[in-house]
């Protein structure tokens, strides 16, 4: 039984939302240092595809080698600097040239080319390879650390590194994806999914499918945090109609088949696992009072070749529900900003939130 609580625990001062002192120190603390979700193995479909991933300043080259390994690279070459890729996600030959003097980079990183640079009597072509960044695949998630000694991401993850593989994920596809920007500090957007106390008055079509007092979290401390919560249809998804869009997952079986699971993965990923299909937020900090989050839905490839494969009712569903989030964390922001608000006092129907503050203070040293 969950012994979860707010411990008279308050929400966050003002500076944390609006600080560019706060901002700058999640940057060097947080997103420099911890592992970080960059999107899905399945974004990558063969030798030399590509996508970049934006942290801050930082611009990574995540793509697949010809032996078909994952790597990421900074997206700087070694000779002078210059940004080597600019477009979002794409496909290179075998290699990567900087467009200002030729210097060439084999997949793997290794400069195998820089013109007249054998003139240079010191010159070490082997010494000049892209400066790598550490990368991780979990459940078909792609992670990366900026850090130059980061901590392994088997024992980070440990609280869950085995603990969704009913859900087979490492199988599933993007079936549909969005992209939101959102006037309102990333705190705020992890704060508002890890409470349903909004529920009933935000969300009433949601609270028709899951009461908001159905939760039963068994991750309650530390960089993870969330549970299950039963819905109201046996059998039943997050749908516009309550009904499942596609078959079950994986060999899920008895609660889960009537459970919704919700997770917070710090810094940067919102996973639910639903029966028939999972869904992950991925945010992106672009500036105190701004954010973007990539919603993806995700489905088994034999699910959506089937001729009635049919995912709208899922799309629709969190279409609609994201954006009442997203608004109403917007609302937040205006409202922190003011010079008339004080830190609150969290209910226990928002102890979530208390231990993913504690979570966010400890990863900026601001116990």
């Known amino acids: ?40 193995a399945s974004m990558l479909d063969g030798p030399g595809s590509y996508f970049l991933c934006e942290i801050e300043s930082e611009s990574i080259i995540v793509l697949e080698d010809g032996e078909h390994e994952i790597r990421a690279h900074h997206n700087v070459c070694r000779h002078r600097g210059t940004r080597l890729l600019t477009e979002s996600e794409g496909r290179l030959s075998k290699s990567i040239q900087c467009r200002y ?28 390879p892209l400066k790598a960044v550490a990368v991780a695949v979990w459940e078909g998630c792609i992670f990366i650390n900026l850090a130059e000694d980061p901590e392994p991401f088997e024992r980070a993850f440990a609280p869950i590194i085995d603990k969704f593989g009913s859900w087979t994920m490492d199988e599933l596809e993007i079936a ?16 508002n999914y890890s409470e349903c106390y909004h529920c009933p ?16 979290n068994d991750l309650e401390e530390g960089p993870f945090l969330g549970g299950p919560m039963r819905m109201s249809i046996e059998g039943g998804s997050m749908t516009m109609s309550g009904q499942t869009c596609a078959p079950s997952l994986g060999d899920l079986s008895g609660e889960a088949l009537s459970c ?11 996973l639910s696992l639903l029966p028939d299909y999972v869904l992950i937020h991925r945010i992106e900090r672009l500036a105190p ?13 034999a699910a959506m070749v089937a001729p009635d494969f049919d995912p709208r009712g899922a799309i629709e569903f ?25 830190p609150g006092p969290y ?17 900026i040293d601001d116990m």
């Open 1 to 40: 039984m969950s012994t979860r609580t707010a411990q008279g625990a308050k929400t966050l001062a003002r500076r944390y939302y609006t600080g560019e002192d706060v901002y700058e120190a999640e940057t060097r603390k947080v997103f420099f240092e911890q592992w970080i979700y960059a999107g899905r």
């Open 101 to 128: 003097h030729a210097w060439t980079y084999a997949l793997d990183g290794s400069l195998i080319g820089a013109p007249f640079m054998d003139e240079v009597e010191s010159f070490c072509q082997d010494a000049y």
């Open 176 to 191: 549909h994806s969005i992209s939101y920007e959102i006037p309102a500090n990333w705190k705020l957007i992890f704060q």
């Open 201 to 216: 008055s935000l969300h009433p079509i949601l609270n028709k499918l899951t009461s908001f007092k159905n939760s039963s």
């Open 260 to 270: 919704v699971h919700y997770y917070t993965v710090y810094p940067n990923m919102l």
């Open 289 to 301: 009072e701004r954010s973007r989050v990539v919603c993806d839905w995700l489905f088994h490839p």
């Open 318 to 342: 969190w279409s609609m529900t994201n954006q009442q989030d997203w608004d109403v964390s917007a609302l937040s922001q205006q409202g922190i900003s003011s010079q008339a608000y004080t």
């Open 347 to 363: 209910s226990e129907l928002e102890s979530m939130i208390a231990a993913w503050d504690r979570e966010y203070l400890r990863s």
